[in-house]
């Protein structure tokens, strides 16, 4: 029988889903075009792809496709969802002392491959701790 697998938990305030999803995940910005120098195309490369999040945690090596934006309007955050994810105790643990946060930024640990990083919250996010998950 396989084992469940666990999930790290973060909750945070955004302004907007896009706010959330554009900190949380990988984005390129637009490619120059085609009058760009080679110097100016390579400085774009170097950039890219922007992702706050994993500067914010040192640079990890992350799969984005294991990370989980949940973002609700409002200063409360989806905890139906967070439910369907996590046993009821851990969520209830969760929900104890949670500042005010409008998402939740869920990490399976699949997306760190074989590393076991040890999380921390940072400026823009506060780190809940790592649960199994119930799917």
């Not at 637009?30 to 400085?43: F, I, K, Q, W």
């Not at 990370?67 to 955050?77: A, L, R, T, Y």
Request: proline share 7%; net charge negative.
């Amino acid at each position: 029988m396989a084992s469940r697998s666990e999930v790290h938990v973060f909750t945070a305030v955004f302004e907007s889903n896009e706010a959330a999803f554009a900190f949380v995940h990988p984005h390129w910005e637009p490619e120059p075009d085609e009058h760009t120098s080679d110097e100016d195309y390579v400085a774009w490369e170097d950039r890219n792809p922007i992702w706050p999040m994993k500067e914010e945690l040192g640079g990890l090596r992350i799969d984005a496709d294991f990370v989980e934006v949940i973002w609700k309007s409002g200063m409360v955050p989806d905890w139906n969802y967070l439910e369907s994810r996590l046993r009821a105790v851990d969520v209830l643990g969760i929900s104890d002392g949670t500042a005010p946060a409008n998402t939740f930024v869920l990490i399976d640990q699949t997306a760190f491959g074989d590393a076991k990083p040890e999380l921390r919250s940072t400026a823009n996010l506060t780190y809940r701790g790592c649960y199994p998950s119930v799917l």
